[in-house]
């Protein structure tokens, strides 16, 4: 500190009131979120059960996790529910986008319409759609029923429950995305697609050479936080499923919850947080190196 | 340059409150915490002395959480907290709530590990294995020397209560699985609505007469057996239990009995019933239940979920039976529980609650508010005369119940049969494969004591 | 322009279909809102209520005291969202104008924030809130009282903390031309007033999308209130939304009409900030 205060005498090219400037955030970041995540490292090597007094166990809880059924479980069933959920999501959000795109008074309804499913709590949407879900009086098989074909058992399904998981999930999100992407397309220069019709361009190639490259920092900014939101999903898993049938729509967020709060292993639980935490920021880093293609979205 | 220095002293602070933070909240605290509880504790007892000398002094204040967040309980405890503070002005009880299951454990455990837990608990029997041996729970024996519960409360209901010869919890509340059956669907099978099965041929008799099935598709069952939740291990208890078995564990000596003869020929006899065909539902809540809407003929349930469904679309349509009985007339019996916290500085006052929380005037009131049967002998025939042909019924079953283990690894139990019942109903595995892995879990925990 | 005018109308079919089905979910929970239990535990399923009666909505809000968790609510989330506000754009600017020695690795430290789910660090952040010095009859050591629990500070303070907005918000400054700091520099303003007289004033789009987002998050929280308080008069709406559930099932009536009185200030605001919303993220360099 004391070097950067005589440099900036020096120079006079720092600009010391930034720290003043980032403090209250930083303050507040520090304490509720650097501290915690440096407990749960602590907790981590450690057998604490929230109680009693930790002891320090190293490595065990790191080996358990490997032979932990359970957990290796929910690690597939996560990355089976992100990717099912982002791309598709994602593919929608554009699609929808693209088609509301023009100028029209009810523009505003639709973009409404689809974004409602954004403002709604997820406790309270998990449980309409446990409704809908309802085998038996469920709307989805209500209407599988008027088209006469056999009815399903959805959440009860073991090979269907994170399908309907992801449906909901994609449902929920897929406005947000939308709202997005129209934002990017927005800021696509009108000039462009007038250039491409003058050249007699099609539809499809509008969208393939000015549209899809022109919007990429956005879905790249979508990708980041979707694949780190979809990591941690919990709420609707916990209210739907509960991690069933045959444990498969249990997540690792969903594990964490389990093992720490309800069965008192808060050490293994803070163990397979921190395994969480290094697998978002490594794949976080991997799409940066790889995936941002030199556009100008940079976080550093 | 004004803000550089600023800046420096603001950062620095900012780091020392972070790294005082980190160590003294994160993990110290953690270490010391015995020690400041005890401080924090005579601290406070000291305060409270001098209040109790001056008479006229500060208020004792006491935070009470119960589990459940329904109106109609919320009314009830009202009333008894509004006359309890009436009859003892020295005392301010603080009313909490949280709804059962997962948010409720989630609760109480920020509550202890942060020091705040709240002083009278009103849960459930299955939380004394885990809690007790944490020393959240205080021990009652002190207090319950001239308490009049100790001679009229039903011996069953008194001994749940107890670990290893101590007291840890007053029940309140009887939470027993009663075999209820709609007398119309039975009616519809040709069965007779008034004779309702009492043994396990008989109750495979009347399954099988009430399913019924649209090309594959089941569309009415006759008992309806859970494919996965939390009250599968219920299912298989209330069997188990029939056939003779004592518990899903032996909590005298640890023995694990979840694969035991005669709990797999109970988990097998329930497989049979399954394959004629039942709706799968996940009983983690009851609403689930295809009872209540009028797809399954039979189930096993409790008292709240009998009135509710009879004020409902099934009002007069259905009725109790008796415990079915194989080797023996059994059920499962939960309880609820009014404890101490073990970190309460007011323990006296505490138990002034409980103990009015559990006299026989409130015990009425509480039956006349929820229908919740009382489970002191000298409200016994008043009870049973209010409604001769349930409430005996539901004595009966409250007697021959039996609760949850009250091991420190009974979430481990719970889990491992849950997960054990889920893979039968969906036939990954036989019943013995699949009761072996979980008794093998189930061990597995107990050696890690 | 008459095959233009035939589009628009394929379009509008097309789009209304598709919002329709969207809003499949959220019509149903409306229309339960007015049934009776009985209609909804019928094995038939109507879409449309027998008759539309308002006593759902009348049991629901005659249910314990919703004045005063609807107060607490928007409390929480007004306050959160004003000072995250505040504090996140403030911050964004730094990062975005402002030079200064650690300015990488503390922004890079802030997005590894993005990435920790609350769940996670639920526990350590609860201790610390019950162990806040000098709050709630604690000492300078965090003993001997309940901290922070139970109070709006409580509630409040954590959910202040944003990465993702102070990222926004850095994304969005760094797009508002050189030339306003050079102005400014030239008419004698310090850091302070460029961020108070330039920045800000300009930058309501964003501010408005983080302000609508905070304020979904916050409103709809349900982990973090339910540890975090005890009292009745505490009470957030999502908490109170638990009342319908009882011992024998949940009262779906009251509940849906609870659960559309709840996400009501959300929709409207949502209608509000539509505008802007579109603009905050365009502007913010996703450009």
């Given at each position: 500190m004391n070097k950067s205060t005589s440099t900036k005498k020096r120079k006079n090219r720092y600009d010391g009131c930034a720290y003043v400037m980032i403090f209250p955030a930083y303050f507040i970041f520090t304490i509720f979120i650097l501290v915690p995540i440096a407990v749960v490292f602590y907790y981590s090597i450690t057998n604490f059960n929230m109680y009693t007094t930790p002891e320090l166990v190293g490595l065990k809880n790191y080996i358990n996790l490997f032979t932990d059924e359970d957990f290796l479980i929910s690690i597939k069933n996560t990355l089976f529910y992100s990717i099912f959920t982002l791309f598709p999501q994602l593919a929608l959000g554009l699609f929808v986008a693209v088609l509301l795109y023009r100028k029209s008074k009810l523009l505003p309804l639709f973009r409404t319409a689809f974004y409602i499913p954004n403002v709604m709590s997820m406790v309270c949407i998990s449980m309409v759609w446990l409704w809908i879900f309802d085998p038996t009086f469920g709307v989805l098989n209500l209407i599988l029923k008027t088209f006469g074909a056999s009815t399903k058992m959805w959440l009860q399904d073991p090979d269907m429950a994170m399908f309907c998981v992801i449906l909901m999930s994609i449902w929920k999100s897929c406005g947000y995305s939308m709202v997005i992407f129209l934002s990017g397309l927005t800021s696509i220069p009108d000039s462009l697609y007038e250039a491409a019709s003058l050249d007699g361009g099609s539809a499809i190639q509008k969208f393939w050479y000015i549209t899809w490259p022109m919007l990429r920092p956005t879905t790249f900014f979508l990708l980041v936080t979707g694949i780190v939101n979809s990591f941690s999903v919990f709420e609707q898993v916990n209210i739907m499923t509960n991690g069933g049938p045959l444990k498969r729509t249990t997540t690792i967020v969903h594990q964490i919850y389990r093992r720490g709060f309800l069965e008192f292993k808060m050490g293994y639980a803070s163990a397979m947080s921190v395994i969480l935490l290094a697998f978002s920021i490594l794949v976080t880093i991997l799409i940066f190196k790889y995936g941002s293609g030199g556009q100008d979205v940079d976080v550093s | 340059m004004k803000f550089r220095k600023v800046m420096c002293a603001l950062l620095g602070t900012a780091m020392i409150l972070g790294m005082a933070g980190c160590g003294n909240k994160g993990t110290e605290e953690l270490v010391s915490k015995d020690e400041t509880a005890g401080e924090a504790e005579s601290a406070e007892e000291g305060q409270e002395s001098d209040s109790g000398d001056a008479a006229s002094g500060e208020k004792v204040k006491l935070t009470f959480l119960r589990a459940g967040t329904d109106a109609e309980k919320k009314a009830f405890w009202d009333k008894v907290i509004a006359d309890f503070e009436a009859a003892n002005p020295d005392i301010e009880i603080e009313y909490q709530e949280c709804s059962y299951g997962d948010d409720f454990e989630t609760k109480l455990n920020t509550g202890f590990a942060s020091g705040t837990a709240p002083d009278v608990i009103d849960f459930t029997l299955a939380s004394m294995g885990v809690r007790v041996p944490l020393g959240q729970y205080a021990a009652l024996d002190e207090f319950?020397?001239?308490?009049?519960?100790?001679?009229?409360?039903?011996?069953?209901?008194?001994?749940?209560?107890?670990?290893?010869?101590?007291?840890?919890?007053?029940?309140?509340?009887?939470?027993?699985?009663?075999?209820?059956?709609?007398?119309?669907?039975?009616?519809?099978?040709?069965?007779?609505?008034?004779?309702?099965?009492?043994?396990?041929?008989?109750?495979?008799?009347?399954?099988?007469?009430?399913?019924?099935?649209?090309?594959?598709?089941?569309?009415?069952?006759?008992?309806?057996?859970?494919?996965?939740?939390?009250?599968?291990?219920?299912?298989?208890?209330?069997?188990?239990?029939?056939?003779?078995?004592?518990?899903?564990?032996?909590?005298?000596?640890?023995?694990?009995?979840?694969?035991?003869?005669?709990?797999?020929?109970?988990?097998?006899?329930?497989?049979?019933?399954?394959?004629?065909?039942?709706?799968?539902?996940?009983?983690?809540?009851?609403?689930?239940?295809?009872?209540?809407?009028?797809?399954?003929?039979?189930?096993?349930?409790?008292?709240?979920?009998?009135?509710?469904?009879?004020?409902?679309?099934?009002?007069?349509?259905?009725?109790?039976?008796?415990?079915?009985?194989?080797?023996k007339q059994a059920t499962f019996c939960g309880m609820g529980f009014m404890f101490m916290s073990n970190e309460t500085p007011h323990k006296e006052e505490a138990w002034r609650f409980i103990e009015y929380a559990s006299s026989a005037d409130v015990a009425w009131t509480r039956y006349e508010m929820m229908g919740v049967p009382p489970v002191r002998e000298s409200l016994k025939d008043k009870y049973i005369a209010e409604n001769p042909e349930n409430n005996s019924v539901i004595y009966e079953s409250v007697a021959c119940g039996v609760g949850s283990p009250k091991v420190a690894y009974s979430n481990a139990v719970f889990n491992a049969v849950d997960d054990a019942m889920e893979r039968i109903a969906y036939g990954v595995e036989d019943p013995k494969t699949a009761l072996d892995k979980a008794a093998q879990e189930i061990q597995k925990e107990i050696d890690n004591q | 322009m008459k095959k233009e005018k035939k589009y628009q109308v394929i379009w509008i079919i097309v789009m209304s279909l598709a919002s329709l089905v969207m809003l499949v979910p959220i019509i149903m929970m409306f229309m339960t809102s007015f049934k009776t239990m009985a209609e909804i535990q019928s094995p038939v399923f109507h879409l449309l209520p027998e008759k539309f009666s308002l006593d759902n909505y009348r049991d629901a809000m005659t249910t314990g005291n919703w004045l005063v968790y609807f107060k607490n609510s928007l409390v929480i989330t007004l306050t959160a969202v004003i000072l995250s506000l505040l504090f996140n754009s403030i911050a964004g600017y730094a990062f975005a104008r402002l030079r200064f020695r650690g300015a990488k690795i503390m922004f890079l430290f802030l997005m590894v924030g993005l990435m920790m789910p609350p769940q996670v660090t639920m526990l350590p952040t609860f201790l610390i809130m019950a162990q806040f010095p000098f709050a709630g009859g604690n000492n300078l050591f965090g003993t001997g009282g309940t901290g922070l629990i139970n109070t709006y500070a409580g509630l409040v303070i954590p959910l202040v903390s944003g990465s993702y907005g102070v990222f926004l918000c850095k994304q969005f400054y760094e797009n508002f031309p050189r030339s306003l700091d050079e102005a400014a520099e030239i008419d004698g303003a310090n850091k302070w007033r460029t961020y108070f007289t330039i920045y800000l004033p300009n930058s309501k789009a964003i501010l408005a999308t983080l302000g609508l987002l905070k304020a979904v998050a916050v409103w709809n929280d349900y982990m973090w209130p339910l540890i975090m308080t005890n009292s009745e008069n505490m009470r957030t709406v999502q908490l109170a939304l638990t009342m319908f559930k009882t011992d024998s099932g949940i009262m779906w009536n009251q509940m849906m009409a609870g659960s559309v009185l709840v996400a009501l200030p959300m929709f409207v605001l949502f209608l509000c900030a539509q505008r802007y919303f579109i603009q905050g993220i365009v502007t913010s360099g996703l450009k």
């Open positions: - | 319950t020397a001239d308490w009049d519960g100790t001679d009229d409360y039903m011996e069953s209901a008194l001994n749940l209560g107890k670990i290893g010869g101590k007291l840890y919890g007053i029940a309140t509340q009887p939470d027993v699985r009663l075999l209820i059956y709609n007398k119309e669907l039975f009616e519809q099978a040709g069965l007779d609505p008034n004779s309702p099965p009492a043994t396990w041929d008989e109750l495979e008799e009347y399954h099988k007469k009430l399913v019924k099935k649209e090309g594959d598709n089941v569309v009415q069952t006759g008992l309806g057996i859970p494919s996965s939740g939390t009250a599968q291990q219920h299912y298989l208890t209330i069997f188990a239990l029939a056939n003779g078995e004592k518990n899903l564990v032996d909590e005298d000596n640890n023995t694990v009995l979840c694969n035991s003869e005669k709990t797999i020929e109970a988990a097998e006899f329930l497989k049979k019933l399954e394959d004629e065909g039942i709706i799968p539902w996940d009983s983690s809540s009851s609403d689930n239940n295809p009872f209540g809407s009028g797809l399954a003929a039979m189930t096993f349930a409790n008292t709240t979920d009998f009135a509710n469904w009879n004020s409902g679309a099934l009002a007069g349509k259905i009725a109790m039976a008796s415990p079915l009985k194989k080797e | -």
